[in-house]
């Protein structure tokens, strides 16, 4: 293939398949892991448990964790995630594969809005540099990988984005307003406040405005048909809107805004804190592949801010950037909504590299060094740190990684990013193949739920495989516990899991805290228990090791 024609080649279907390839490497980024990696706690797991109860009781209005009402985010994520389980399994079948669809797809049609947004305000190449950039990211295709919200609102703002960068352009040229677009702009919009709520607006807004004011000619107002995007809003919003406030006498708006959003910028919640400057901390590991093109990318933007394309990008990048550095909850995934304008700066310093003097691009192949070497090395040692087995094939991506991005540093050093990002992106994508698909499934002592499940199921005492008792949890309570064991799980402590096991002959699952309490009320009862297995792991979401033995009632056998 002439990769020169391929990147700069004009017409529908050169350009079809530059989008077919970026789309493809961001889907691959996300079926790594997809079928993979067992339940994630804590989001994931609530999510998906979340959806299988709409599919288990027929309600698609109020979103509900076991008993309790889930008043946090819209139930658009919900609704896809349901909707593939009911194509692709069964909510008895608890495939977390099959709720993880709706990411992988979102992560794909994030990386082609990506490239039409950077080709139409750069050129083709930048486009697909930019959508490779953020394809290979880490904290995309993680997120890519988890059946949440972020890779769905990545994709709605990236399109969000791409159609107000041709909408503007146009204009700007004396083109006339084009309806599609501006109609995938509201449907972006819509879809991603049915998502995550006004998240969306707090990246689109800025992007808006400030364009709009710095260039007048872009003519928003006719440009984005606001009526017809009224319209748009409230078919997609409204009925929703009113079933669920309906359905919920108002508490679920007062939560979401108050109890979830705003409570976030006001105050950490879950201890999810972090110091303004966290996420500019953290961005040379999670964009890893662009690593040494921000320094240079943000150089280059200074100096080239008053041409358009480059303006754009900086109102959708610093405004929402600043916004998400204010507030008091941070976690890696927030600004992930700002990366596709981060990579097209890059992708920018990569094409225009005199746009940055020698010492931004020795700074940044500094950053991509130590964040290469961090990541591999991280990766080939992490099996060590959780107690597991090590794992070959990740010792062997780490090196090759290593190798690349060693490579990789002279490059940027000398300041030739083009063949820098040659082996920088096929790097970054083998960290994150190795390390969802091979390494991360193997680590064991994690996976304390799915081993838990499994013992249920070998003994006979699964509920939803073979028409047990629902279960009773005693001192280990992590979200995905309930979605692989099933919506009627119970939880409290030890008395309570030896009475569900004495009165409903349900298996009682007793973390080691907990088994002095679960003892004493069995001899209370005069009842005995007889162990079944015993599951020894680490529970990652609060650092600490776990000790779960499940028992089932016996009528003879050692008293416990």
Known sequence: MDLERFFTGRGGIAAARRMGLVGLVAALMGLAGAFTLPPLDRDEARFAQASAQMLETGDFIVIRFQDDERNKKPAGAYWLQAASVAAFSEPQARAISAYRLP??????????????????????????????????????????????TDALLLACVAGAGAALAHLFAAAREGGRANAPLAA????????????????????????????????????????????????????????????IGAATEGRFFAEAAGADMLAKVGAAQESHAGPPGYHLLLAPVLAFPFAALIVPGLVAAFRLRTEFSVFFLIAWLVPGWLIFEIAATKLPHYVLPLYPALAGLAALAALRPDAAPRAAWRAGAALYAAAGFTLSGAMAALPLFVGAELSLIGVAAAILIAGLCLAATVRFWRAKPLAGAALSIPAAGILAVALLAFVLPGLRPL?????????????????????????????????????????????????????????????????AHEQAAFAARLNERGARAAPVAVIDGFNYSKGARVNVTIFRRADEGTRV
Not at 492 to 497: K, T
């Open 103 to 148: 990411s992988v797809l979102a992560a794909a049609l994030a990386a082609i809005f990506t490239y039409a947004a950077i080709a139409r305000l750069f050129d083709a190449k930048a486009g697909v540099l930019a959508a490779l950039f953020l394809a290979t990211a880490p904290v995309f295709a993680a997120e890519a990988t988890i059946a949440k």
């Open 184 to 243: 995938l702009f509201w449907v972006s919009i819509g879809a991603g406040v049915l998502i995550k709520g006004p998240i969306v607006l707090l990246v689109v807004l800025p992007l808006v405005l400030l364009t709009a004011q710095r260039f007048p000619e872009t003519q928003p107002l006719g440009t984005l048909r606001p009526l017809t995007g009224a319209l748009i809003l409230t078919l997609m919003i409204g009925p929703w809107a009113f079933a």
């Open 447 to 511: 996976a304390v739920s799915p081993q838990l499940s499994a013992a249920l199921d070998e003994a006979g005492l699964h509920p939803l495989r073979d028409g047990a008792a629902p279960p009773a949890l005693a001192g280990y309570y992590e979200p995905s516990a309930i979605f692989l064991l099933g919506t009627k799980t119970t939880l409290g402590n030890g008395v309570d899991a030896a009475d569900a096991l004495i009165d409903r002959g349900a298996a009682a699952l007793v973390e």
